[in-house]
């Protein structure tokens, strides 16, 4: 079965850099075709798609926040971390990272963490 | 960058209805889409992938199909239980993008 969970931190102030950590189970990203995506949804509004790693360390950005974004992974402790930096107060989100399959569809989500950006 | 158009944004039916909502795509994505219900609250669900294939465990009324620039989505019987926030997501391309959502209410 597997189960994804974000953690890190609820309130952020503007200019500083958001820290999220995916700790998963039920698969290992050290095995081919396995990814993790994160994927965020202000409120009352749509999904965006924000980054994604694959097994091999393949790593994919949305081109409007590429330069903002980074995402690493560690296979040892099933954790996959997203740094989002100069945060502001449209990154006011709830964050999502979710289980890529080979093909790229999202079939397992986390429950989601809602990140506030104010001073 | 592919972007994705659905319609409607909302819809409003009964229950037994058949509802269909579409999805297209800026440029052609072969068959490499995905449709997500989201319930208030929650997060999303993979409901079809590859466009048309039912993910295990999801229930039969729903439906999914065509290729390269525009797909549907289809609900053959509407029930109470599929009130939710309907979104499809193309991964044919190096990102991936989400379409705006369509919102299903119940009359």
């Known amino acids: 079965q597997i189960t994804l969970k974000e953690s890190g931190p609820t309130l952020v102030k503007p200019t500083q850099t958001l820290t999220l950590t995916c700790t998963f189970s039920?698969?290992?990203?050290?095995?081919?075709?396995?990814?993790v995506g994160w994927i965020r949804q202000p409120p009352g509004k749509a999904l965006e798609w924000l980054a994604l790693?694959?097994?091999?360390?393949?790593?994919r950005y949305s081109p409007s926040l590429k330069r903002r974004l980074s995402v690493t992974k560690d296979t040892s402790k099933n954790q996959v971390v997203l740094t989002m930096t100069n945060m502001d107060s449209v990154d006011t989100a709830t964050y999502y990272c979710?289980?890529?399959?080979?093909?790229?569809?999202?079939?397992?989500w986390g429950q989601g963490t809602l990140v506030t950006v104010s001073s | 960058d592919i972007q994705m158009t659905q319609s409607p944004s909302t819809l409003s039916a009964s229950v037994g209805d058949r509802v269909t909502i579409t999805c297209r795509a800026s440029q052609s994505i072969s068959s490499w889409l995905a449709w997500y219900q989201q319930k208030p609250g929650k997060a999303p669900k993979l409901l079809i992938y590859?466009?048309?294939s039912l993910k295990s465990g999801v229930p039969s009324r729903f439906s999914g199909s065509g290729s390269g620039t525009e797909f549907t989505l289809t609900i053959s019987s509407l029930q109470p239980d599929d009130l939710a926030t309907y979104y499809c997501q193309q991964y044919n391309s190096y990102s991936r993008t989400f379409g705006q959502g369509t919102k299903v209410e119940i009359k």
């Open positions: 979710a289980h890529s399959t080979p093909y790229g569809d999202f079939d397992y």
């Open positions: 790693i694959y097994w091999d360390d393949d790593k």
């Open positions: 590859k466009a048309s």
């Open positions: 039920g698969f290992s990203l050290a095995a081919s075709g396995m990814g």
